[in-house]
């Protein structure tokens, strides 16, 4: 999604990526609640998780406010690659 929103809607590197997190984030909630019902989740470890999660959101937020567009974008674009390379092998 992120790179449509960036390279087709044209919206910088910092919209299109507040813009991802919050349109994902009605599916995520939807998909929980299957879960939830089906018991697929691990409750011990769920409060870790969320606490960790929660601080990586917002020293990412922040982090990424310092770092240029053009290296965000070229950061991403690495991510998304190595990340394609692993899913092929």
Known sequence: M???LT???KLDEYKARGTTLIT??????IASIFYS????FDWNKILYIVIGGCIGGF???I???KIPKFYLA???DIFLIGA????II
């Open 7 to 9: 390279r087709i809607l």
């Open 59 to 61: 020293l990412g937020a």
């Open 37 to 40: 019902n089906y018991n697929y």
């Open 74 to 76: 070229l950061i991403f």
């Open 63 to 65: 982090i990424m406010k």
């Open 2 to 4: 992120h790179p449509a």
């Open 24 to 29: 994902i984030f009605p599916a995520i909630l």
């Open 84 to 87: 394609s390379i692993k899913n």
